[in-house]
T-cell receptor, first 113, second 114 residues
Framework: ETGVTQSPTHLIKTRGQQVTLRCSSQSGHNTVSWYQQALGQGPQFIFQYYREEENGRGNFPPRFSGLQFPNYSSELNVNALELDDSALYLC????????????FGQGTRLTVV | DQQVKQNSPSLSVQEGRISILNCDYTNSMFDYFLWYKKYPAEGPTFLISISSIKDKNEDGRFTVFLNKSAKHLSLHIVPSQPGDSAVYFCAASAESGNTGKLIFGQGTTLQVKP
């Protein structure tokens, strides 16, 4: 069991709405990465935060944004939700430069109707 | 453009036998590879990793082999146990030391029959 916790676990939103997902990182980890996992696919990298700054971004539009706080926890915000945004959103925490594995949370299942 | 590919969506093996899961990649900049296991309603759990400077890494029942010239890696599980039944993801990083920025394959569902 990892120390990475995500909230909420499930969420239903209407197309066009905005959503905020939260992640608390593992103790001692300073980097948080967010992934989107569509049904039947592998997780896709959205972006990473290190020292409260975005440190790399995958192929996702600007309506996907994030924050990292001084305690290393993080938020993922998605504006103008689309039906295709329905997915499992995973947060992973890791230690920069440690070459140790990233630990994942259990994910937030977002359904857009 | 799938940089990491797991071409077998599913694999079924008998308990006690060997499970071999395969993964191919296209990006020669990848320098660190990982395998994750995922049960339903849980996040991926790290299994084993390998650096591009090695060709084999072993941890208990799990061994990962890397063939850089073929851009291929495989995960061997010996002996397979029913509790190993899960979805297995191969993942790669092009930034040595940054294991949070990963490219994942599509996953292979392993079923181990008693």
């Amino acid at each position: 069991e990892t120390g990475v916790t995500q909230s909420p676990t499930h969420l239903i939103k209407t197309r066009g709405q905005q959503v905020t997902l939260r992640c608390s990182s593992q103790s001692g980890h300073n980097t948080v990465s967010w992934y989107q996992q569509a049904l039947g696919q592998g997780p896709q990298f959205i972006f990473q935060y290190y020292r409260e700054e975005e440190n790399g971004r995958g192929n996702f539009p600007p309506r996907f944004s994030g924050l990292q706080f001084p305690n290393y926890s993080s938020e993922l915000n998605v504006n103008a939700l689309e039906l295709d945004d329905s997915a499992l959103y995973l947060c992973a925490s890791s230690l920069a430069g440690g070459n140790t594995e990233a630990f994942f949370g259990q994910g937030t299942r977002l359904t857009v109707v | 453009d799938q940089q990491v590919k797991q071409n077998s969506p599913s694999l079924s093996v008998q308990e006690g036998r060997i499970s071999i899961l395969n993964c191919d990649y296209t990006n020669s900049m990848f320098d660190y590879f990982l395998w994750y296991k995922k049960y339903p309603a849980e996040g991926p759990t790290f299994l084993i990793s390998i650096s591009s400077i090695k060709d084999k890494n072993e941890d208990g029942r799990f061994t990962v082999f890397l063939n850089k010239s073929a851009k291929h890696l495989s995960l061997h599980i010996v002996p397979s146990q029913p509790g190993d039944s899960a979805v297995y993801f191969c993942a790669a990083s092009a930034e040595s030391g940054n294991t949070g920025k990963l490219i994942f394959g599509q996953g292979t569902t392993l079923q181990v029959k008693p």
